[in-house]
């Protein structure tokens, strides 16, 4: 029995169409998800309706409508974070809770990543961001929240030069 044997240009003629539909696939898996990622976050205009109104919606609003709606924080800060994933969807700041206490609630998800602390005394809120959306949401009182941007500014101090060039 004699087996066709393939030359060197029906392989690259096969190999050129996996390239080619190969491309089309990512293609298409890129434009879904920019699709889905895209159609859940309210317009920038809509985002700041929603800071002014005081509903403060997880995972729909961006800093930029914060600072659009409130303006420039009195306080913020930037870290590496680990967060404790909840049920409601909400990530909690390891930051946020005592040492060696999990959250009540807790469904054992773990993300970690840059995180952003905004501290409105005015508005009385701190308001987390992780990913460009708001995770985290906690109304304390103005005293309170000048003394956590106290020990933020304190903590600055302190940080090398590596972590402040690093810091967003």
């Not at 293609?27 to 005081?54: K, T, W, Y």
């Not at 060696?100 to 054992?108: K, L, S």
């Not at 103005?142 to 003394?147: F, G, S």
């Amino acid at each position: 029995m004699i087996r066709p044997t393939w030359c060197g240009a029906q392989r690259f003629r096969v190999l050129d169409f996996l390239r080619r539909s190969g491309w089309a696939g990512v293609f298409v898996v890129v434009a879904i998800g920019s699709v889905l990622s895209c159609r859940g976050m309210p317009s920038l205009e809509e985002q700041e309706r929603h800071v002014r109104d005081n509903e403060l919606v997880l995972h729909q609003l961006t800093p930029r409508a914060f600072v659009g709606a409130w303006g420039m924080p009195t306080y913020q800060h930037a870290e590496f974070m680990q967060f404790f994933g909840m049920k409601d969807g909400s990530l909690i700041p390891r930051s946020r809770l005592a040492i060696g206490e999990p959250p009540r609630g807790w469904e054992v998800r773990i993300e970690a990543g840059d995180a952003l602390f905004l501290a409105y005394p005015d508005y009385r809120w701190l308001v987390v961001f992780f990913e460009e959306r708001l995770v985290y949401r906690e109304a304390l009182t103005a005293a309170q929240l000048h003394e956590l941007g106290h020990s933020w500014k304190h903590e600055d101090k302190f940080r090398s030069r590596f972590e402040v060039l690093a810091a967003p």
